[in-house]
C-alpha cells in the first residue's frame, strides 16, 4: 500500500518568512494529492490540492508543486502570519475516484510574531 | 459551516461498552468516510460508505466496528466493544462532488476517551 513521509515534523519561522513542507511518497499509481491544515481540536481542512498532470498550483500565498518522477510533493507559503500556525498534513492517493486518503505524519507549524 | 456535523463532540466510556459515532452531512452526498486520529498521530483510514456499502476498510475497521447509514441521512459507526486502544479522534469526511470528486472534506471530529 501507499507510504507518505513528511517532514519537518516540526517548523518554526519569523512572521513574513516562507515555510516549505515536504512529502514523499512510495506508490506509483498515486495522482491526487491534497493538503491538510489542522488547527488545535478541529478537523483538518483542505486548503490546496494538485493532480498529477499538474507540476504546480498556486492560490494567494500558498503554493503546491509536484515531482512525479521523483515522488514527493511540496506545500510553500509565503509571507507567512501567525494565523498560519496549525499542523499541516499532506496525503496521497489513488485517481480512481473517491479511494482512501494515506495520510503524511504532520508538521507543527509555528509562526514566531 | 462544517462540511458535515458530527456528533457527540466528546464521548467517554468505559471499557467493553458500546458507543455510536454519528455524521450527518450537510447535503445528499455519496460517499463518506470515517477516519481516526490518536492524540498526536497522523490521521488513518478506517473505512469508505457508497451507497448504503462498505466500499473499502483497512485492517483497523475489524468485527469490532460497524458502519450503517439507518435512515438515509445519518452516518454511523459503531464500536461494539471498546479498548483502551480505541480513544482518539474520529472524523467523518464527505466526498466532493462533478470534478471535485476526488477531495475530501472533514467533520470537527469526536473525541473518543476509553477508560
Known amino acids: 500500500g501507499e507510504n507518505v513521509e513528511q517532514h519537518p515534523s516540526t517548523l518554526s519561522v519569523q512572521e513574513g518568512d516562507s515555510a516549505v513542507i515536504k512529502c514523499t511518497y512510495s506508490?506509483?499509481?498515486?495522482?491526487?494529492f491534497p493538503w491538510y491544515k489542522q488547527e488545535l481540536g478541529k478537523g483538518p481542512q483542505l486548503i490546496i490540492d494538485?493532480?498529477?498532470?499538474?507540476g504546480e498550483k498556486k492560490d494567494q500565498r500558498i503554493a503546491v508543486t509536484l515531482n512525479k518522477t521523483a515522488k514527493h510533493f511540496s506545500l510553500h507559503i509565503t509571507e507567512t502570519q501567525p494565523e498560519d500556525s496549525a499542523v499541516y498534513f499532506c496525503?496521497?492517493?489513488?485517481?480512481?475516484?473517491?479511494?482512501?486518503?494515506?495520510f503524511g505524519t504532520g508538521t507543527r507549524l509555528t509562526i514566531i510574531p | 459551516e462544517p462540511e458535515v456535523t458530527q456528533t457527540p463532540s466528546h464521548q467517554v466510556t468505559q471499557m467493553g461498552q458500546e458507543v455510536i459515532l454519528r455524521c450527518v452531512p450537510i447535503?445528499?452526498?455519496?460517499?463518506f468516510y470515517w477516519y481516526r486520529q490518536i492524540l498526536g498521530q497522523k490521521v488513518e483510514f478506517l473505512v469508505s460508505?457508497?451507497?448504503?456499502?462498505?466500499?473499502?476498510k483497512s485492517e483497523i475497521f475489524d468485527d469490532q466496528f460497524s458502519v450503517e447509514r439507518p435512515d438515509g441521512s445519518n452516518f454511523t459507526l459503531k464500536i461494539r466493544s471498546t479498548k483502551l486502544e480505541d480513544s482518539a479522534m474520529y472524523f467523518c469526511?464527505?466526498?466532493?462532488?462533478?470534478?471535485?470528486?476526488?477531495?475530501?472534506?472533514f467533520g470537527p471530529g469526536t473525541r473518543l476517551t476509553v477508560l
Open positions: 460508505f457508497y451507497n448504503n456499502e462498505i466500499s473499502e
Open positions: 496525503a496521497a492517493t489513488p485517481d480512481f475516484g473517491n479511494e482512501k486518503l494515506t
Open positions: 469526511a464527505r466526498s466532493g462532488e462533478g470534478i471535485s470528486y476526488n477531495e475530501q472534506f
Open positions: 494538485i493532480r498529477s498532470n499538474v
Open positions: 447535503s445528499n452526498h455519496l460517499y
Open positions: 506508490d506509483s499509481a498515486s495522482n491526487y
